[in-house]
């Protein structure tokens, strides 16, 4: 049927309508904005007639928005666009304008709506899709820009039709609602982050085999995915950015201490509440943060800067090790070993890596632990190991 036909069916119009309720109801009856995104998009790509679906909330640095679906793409790592004309869904929520465009290439039409709009191919180009069609519309709660709701491809072909237009209006208002009702109901738990780990990077049965060790030993499911699965911390920080929809801030020793923002923080304090202040401008007061949820719902940091909007950044727990040393230096303690303390150590630790190249084993790693926690010595075994 033509999308024409389609306009002036009553009865095809009618029982559109009717499944649009069928939908609103099932996004309502969701308790979680994942389950509602993983449940529906495909009842609303087929609804609406659309090869394809994306849906984005705004971050919470408030000038971009994250990816939430993205039907017909295998990647499962977010895309992040900025809140600006140079994406068709970032102008979307920084006019608040629907658009409904016939070919997101032709750039005449896109100049239309503004002279700097752009489409952004790069993901085209990577998958050898080819986007024509798209009707994106702002999704609004309370006046504010909280998402943005896109339909790619028509497959009656064209641009999407009135009642289509109406229909999603009409889905963002119900999203819009359930996204703001959701957002206040939930609290991300720090270790679902291993769920935004890309297959790619370590397959979803090994994620599983790494939640389960942690459960059974009791270590935190950083240190196993680290030290077990062997992955290396920006891969960590990539996840918790996702799972968290923040960015990811990592170590840098060359990182200058912000001493007009440290204030009367000490070491104790910012072991204790879990996040430290890291830059301050226009934008705000940059927080790194290894629980970007506590830290928002503490009130600390709004005590601490309350003239100043603060952007929340995550960080592994190792890199936040290191920031507290860098910080304020080695914990009370750590460096008052006397000469012939520091003799034995050297000494022990020396005695220890000659045994263990002898018995045939690799990667010897020694970890301590604060006070008078005893500390661990882990390694890999390389052939076989004879005891004596």
Known sequence: MSAQ?????????????????????????????????LDVSGGICSLFGADRLSIYVVGEDKASLVSKVKTGLSSFRQLRLPINALSVAGYAALSRRTLNLHD?????????YAPDLRFQRGVDRRTGYRTREMLVIPILHADQVIGVFQLINNLLGGAFSATVVEGASSLCETLAVAFAQRSQEEVRERGGFAGAIRDTVLPR?????????????????????????????????????????????????????????????????????????VARNDNGVYVACVDPEQARTGGS???????????YCVTTRRDFGAMLDHYFGPPVGAARLGAAQQSQLVNAVASLVAGSHQQGLCDLRIETAPGERPGEIRFTVSGVMRLP
């Open 301 to 311: 940091i709004a005590a601490m800067f309350p003239d100043a909007r603060p952007v």
């Open 5 to 37: 036909a389609w306009e002036t069916d009553p009865g095809r119009r009618s029982a559109f309508f009717r499944q649009l309720q069928q939908l609103t109801t099932q996004i309502h009856a969701t308790a979680h904005i994942d389950e509602i995104m």
């Open 104 to 112: 997101v290439y032709d750039e005449d039409e896109l100049h239309r």
């Open 205 to 277: 049965g090994q994620v599983e085999q790494a939640l389960q060790h942690a459960r059974a030993s009791g270590q935190d499911i950083e240190d196993v995915l680290i030290d077990d699965f062997r992955l290396k911390l920006p891969v960590v920080g990539r996840a918790l950015a996702d799972h968290f929809a923040v960015p990811y801030l990592s170590h840098h020793p060359e990182r200058r201490v912000p001493t007009e923002l440290i204030g009367l923080m000490d070491r104790a304090i910012a072991e204790r509440q879990q996040w430290l202040p």
